[in-house]
C-alpha cells in the first residue's frame, strides 16, 4: 500500500486535457457581448444563475466562466448574487417540484428587461429527468424562456456564444431607460 502512495506522489495525474478555449478568440467572444450589452443595457450585463434541480454540471461550466482561463469579470459581464440586480436569469436542471416556487418568486423578482435562459439539456427539455415524479419538466414548461443553450454540460464558450446571441436577438426589442425621478 505505501508503494501505492508513494508512487501517486509522483507520477502525473491519468486525465485528459479539455479543449483550451484560443485566447483571441475568448477575448474578441466576450468584447461583443460586453459591447452588445452596454449597447443595449447602457452598463456591462449581470447574471443571475438559478439551479431548479439539477445534478451540477452545468453548475461547473458557469463558474468556469470566472476561472482566470475566461475571467469574465474584465470583460464587465458578472454574476450578482440577487435577481433585483440581474439582467439575465440563466436557470440550470430540470424543475423539480420543489423548486418550482421559488423559480417563479425569482423571475417575479427580477425587474424588466430580463432574458430567461435554459441552460443544458435538462433545462432545455428535461434531459435525464423528463418524466420523472418529482419534476416539473423543462423550464420552458414552467415560465416563457428567451434562450435555450444545449448541451450536456454546455462549455463555458457555449455559453458565452448563447448569451451573445441573446444579445444580438435582442435588438429588435427595444430597452427603455428608467425614467428619470421628478425634481
Not at 51 to 62: K, P, V
Request: net charge neutral; glycine share 8%; with cysteine.
Amino acid at each position: 500500500m505505501l508503494k501505492q502512495i508513494t508512487r501517486s506522489f509522483f507520477s502525473r495525474p491519468v486525465t485528459i486535457a479539455g479543449p483550451a478555449a484560443g485566447a483571441d478568440a475568448l477575448k474578441e467572444l466576450a468584447g461583443k457581448v460586453d459591447a452588445l450589452a452596454r449597447r443595449r443595457l447602457g452598463r456591462s450585463l449581470a447574471i443571475r444563475e438559478i439551479d431548479a434541480g439539477s445534478c451540477n454540471g452545468c453548475e461547473l461550466e458557469i463558474h468556469a466562466l470566472n476561472n482566470p482561463i475566461y475571467d469574465l469579470e474584465r470583460f464587465g459581464i458578472r454574476f450578482v448574487a440577487s435577481p433585483r440586480h440581474a439582467d439575465v436569469l440563466l436557470v440550470t436542471g430540470p424543475v423539480s417540484l420543489n423548486m418550482q416556487e421559488a423559480v417563479l418568486r425569482t423571475i417575479a423578482a427580477t425587474p424588466e428587461p430580463r432574458w430567461v435562459v435554459a441552460a443544458g439539456d435538462c433545462a432545455c427539455t428535461g434531459g435525464l429527468f423528463a418524466g420523472s415524479y418529482a419534476c416539473a419538466g423543462a423550464l420552458e414548461s414552467v415560465v416563457p424562456v428567451d434562450l435555450h443553450i444545449p448541451g450536456c454540460p454546455p462549455t463555458p464558450l457555449q455559453l458565452l456564444e448563447g448569451l451573445l446571441a441573446l444579445l444580438e436577438a435582442s435588438a429588435g426589442r427595444v430597452i427603455a431607460a428608467s425614467p428619470k425621478p421628478a425634481s
